[in-house]
């Protein structure tokens, strides 16, 4: 008899945010290498969209519904036409429903990334934040496990929602063959940037904390360019408004997009550092890029740094804005004084960097419906 489970693939179908249709994509790609004997996964996706691109899928269940009608289905809690099984959602998007998990086999695993829509719920449209808060209230009461990726978020999730001993941590990592192409110079000239730079991620919001990080590079005393990437279109201005008034010149700075992994790749080739300033309780993806290919990490001592981090950079402490950019300031001029400095710190990240997988997070998930 073969165990098949099912994933959740909406964001190959229709993606919301890059960074989850990413994971959502090699997760996929890691439980098919990594099923064990007599198991098989087969996928769940919304109506309409292009083929999904995971090799080696028992088969794709396409729902009657497109994603944003199959999304407000399930945030009602009504028939989807998804059915039962083991159901691993890659995100909160899936069926949580009345189901029998002692006779029937059917299972729930649904999994959250970050905690912006309890913890920064101003940063995010209405309709958003009330999806995602009413889907862990249904995680609450039919989920069979909640995975988070690190033990500081899990921990914070288990303060919000009455989860308990459900909750599961499986950490995220950087793409399947992550690694700077051989084309870099030409993907960097492509992308009109510079030769040797400071590199941040993000955006205006303020849980994104860009303004403490231009302030940092601003005081260090470090003249080099400086690049941002993962910058929605249209947010460009308030990018260069920040680092405007943290005194950052305009020709120092290059704003970009959200990137595939082998441009984001060929970027962080190019990166002489990559700053942190985030607080925020959601997994780094970023910082995790960095450590994978040995890019010097400097960043605010969050307890999720504290935990991906570890000893692969310099994390710093601020119990207030001013505090954090003087700390990220210090840190990163003494980071690029010196080749020996920034040598020691990339060989750092990048130790620290094989401690991500998407392999082991696929033989976790399958060890945890096992379990169940």
Not at 29 to 41: F, H, K, Q, S, T
Not at 210 to 238: M, N, Q, T
Not at 287 to 305: E, M, N, Q, R
């Amino acid at each position: 008899m073969v165990a098949t489970l099912r994933v959740v693939l909406d964001q190959l179908v229709t993606p919301t945010e890059p960074v989850l249709a990413e994971a959502s994509r090699d997760l996929a790609r890691a439980l098919v290498a990594g099923a064990p004997a007599g198991c098989e996964v087969e996928a769940i996706a919304p109506a309409g969209g292009g083929e999904i691109d995971v090799p080696g899928l028992a088969g794709v269940r396409r729902t009657a519904l497109p994603r944003r009608e199959l999304a407000a289905a399930l945030q009602l809690g009504v028939g989807t036409g998804i059915g039962g099984g083991m159901i691993h959602s890659p995100t909160l998007l899936a069926p949580l429903v009345r189901h029998d998990r002692v006779h029937d086999n059917d299972q729930s695993v649904v999994t959250v990334w970050d905690l912006r829509p309890w913890e920064s719920p101003a940063e995010l449209s209405r309709s958003a934040v009330a999806w995602y808060r009413a889907m862990l209230k249904r995680a609450v009461k039919y989920a069979d496990a909640v995975v988070a990726p690190t033990h500081s978020l899990a921990r914070r999730l288990g303060e919000i929602a009455p989860l308990g001993d459900r909750i599961r941590v499986i950490a995220g990592a950087s793409p399947l063959g992550f690694a700077v192409p051989t084309d870099e110079v030409g993907r960097r000239r492509s992308l009109d940037l510079p030769e040797g730079f400071v590199l941040l991620a993000g955006g205006p919001s303020p849980s994104d904390a860009l303004d403490a990080g231009f302030a940092a590079v601003a005081a260090s005393g470090v003249d080099l360019p400086v690049v941002v990437i993962d910058v929605e279109e249209g947010h460009e201005p308030a990018i260069a408004d920040l680092a405007a008034a943290a005194g950052l010149p305009e020709r120092r700075l290059h704003v970009r997009g959200a990137l595939d992994a082998a441009d984001r790749a060929s970027v962080f080739g190019a990166a002489l550092a990559f700053v942190a300033p985030s607080r925020l309780a959601g997994f780094p993806w970023r910082v995790v890029d960095a450590l994978t290919l040995g890019v010097p990490v400097i960043a605010s001592a969050s307890d999720v740094h504290a935990e991906v981090v570890v000893d692969g950079g310099e994390l710093v402490p601020g119990a207030d804005v001013p505090t954090l950019v003087e700390g990220l300031a210090d840190a990163l001029g003494r980071a690029l004084a010196t080749t020996a400095a920034a040598d020691r710190l990339a060989v750092l990240s990048g130790d620290r960097g094989r401690s991500f997988s998407w392999r082991e997070a696929a033989d976790k998930v399958w060890l945890l419906h096992a379990e169940l």
